[in-house]
Every structure is written in structure tokens, then in C-alpha cells.
């Protein structure tokens, strides 16, 4: 993947995860604390993934793109 296509790439997965991130406050103030629990170990999981199955493959084909290492 070229460089343009990778950091659009990578927005697009930061988007999910941030999308993800404002559903559980939602969940948090709508759900039982139970319901809660579970639901966010499950996006949890989601997130990990977005994270580390995607966002790894382009920061090591594009290192430049990832703005924890410097």
C-alpha cells in the first residue's frame, strides 16, 4: 500500500476506535453494570485488534505513520 492510501487507512482505523470508545460511554450511562461489563470487554477485544491486527501491518510497512515511536 503507498504512503497516502496507508495514512487514510490509518484514520479511518483511529475513527473506529474512537467511535467505539464514545458507544461504551453510552453504554456505560444506559446499561446495567453487568451488561456494561461484558459489553466492554467485547469492544475491549474489538479495539486490541483494530489496533494491533491493523494499525501494526501499516506502521511496519510505514513506520513514519505511527506517532508513538520517535
Do not use: W
Amino acid at each position: 500500500m503507498d504512503a497516502k492510501s496507508a495514512a487514510r487507512f490509518k484514520q479511518h482505523a483511529e475513527r473506529i476506535i474512537e467511535e467505539l470508545s464514545l458507544a461504551l460511554t453510552l453504554a456505560k450511562e444506559a446499561s446495567p453494570t453487568d451488561e456494561f461489563l461484558n459489553l466492554r470487554a467485547s469492544v475491549g477485544e474489538i479495539i486490541a485488534r483494530v489496533d494491533t491486527m491493523l494499525l501494526d501491518n501499516i506502521y511496519k510497512d510505514h513506520p513514519d505513520l505511527d506517532g508513538m515511536k520517535r
